[in-house]
């Protein structure tokens, strides 16, 4: 006999705010169970469905499916975060503050995030554990009408307009 384990999400958008709730079945066969979040818009931290979230965007998963991390967009009255999800005891605490987060990818060996923060037209990379985090690039030159223009070059010289996804190829 074999067992899988998977972990996804689901979300559903109210208005401009995503809410979301993530769930994991440790067997296909059986029914889905919520791990966190309240299904409404909030930066509650907790336990299991005591948690929230606020604008999630993105979801990376730890190559062992032991923990979550969610990157939260927020607004002008909720700043950015990544959210950490103990999958075994449905923790949710805050890992990082990132405002406009928006795609988020985990490094193979689980060591580093990588973070799109849309309105800073930029990729973070973020230490794990620890939290440090460094522009790895973008944030490039305005053009004379003051947009962000698309650039080829390495780092903080690089151009992206509204980064929201991105991958980590093995």
């Known amino acids: ?10 979300s559903s958008s109210s208005s401009s705010l995503g809410t979301c709730s993530f769930e994991h079945s440790a067997n296909p066969l059986y029914p889905v169970t919520s791990v966190a979040g ?3 818009a909030t930066n509650t ?5 005591s948690a929230g979230f606020y604008g999630p ?5 730890t190559s062992d499916g032991s923990t979550l991390y969610v990157a939260q967009y927020g607004t002008g009255q909720s700043t950015g975060y990544i959210r950490k999800v103990d999958v075994a005891t449905r923790e949710v ?6 405002s406009y987060s928006w795609g988020i990818a985990i490094a193979p060996d689980d060591s580093y995030l990588l973070v799109c923060e ?4 930029r990729i ?3 230490t794990i554990p620890g939290a440090a985090s460094t522009v790895l690039a973008g944030g490039g030159p305005y053009t004379s009408t003051g947009f962000r223009s698309f650039v080829d070059a390495r780092g903080t010289f690089a151009g992206f307009y509204e980064p929201r996804g991105i991958t980590i190829d093995n």
Not at 1 to 10: A, E, F, M, N, Y
Not at 93 to 98: G, I, S
């Open 57 to 61: 965007r993105g979801i990376a998963v």
């Open 93 to 98: 605490t805050a890992f990082k503050t990132l």
């Open 1 to 10: 006999s074999s067992s899988s384990s998977s972990v996804s999400s689901s």
């Open 38 to 40: 309240q299904g409404i």
């Open 45 to 49: 931290l907790g336990v299991g469905t």
């Open 124 to 126: 973070q990379k973020v």
């Open 118 to 121: 849309e309105k800073f037209h």
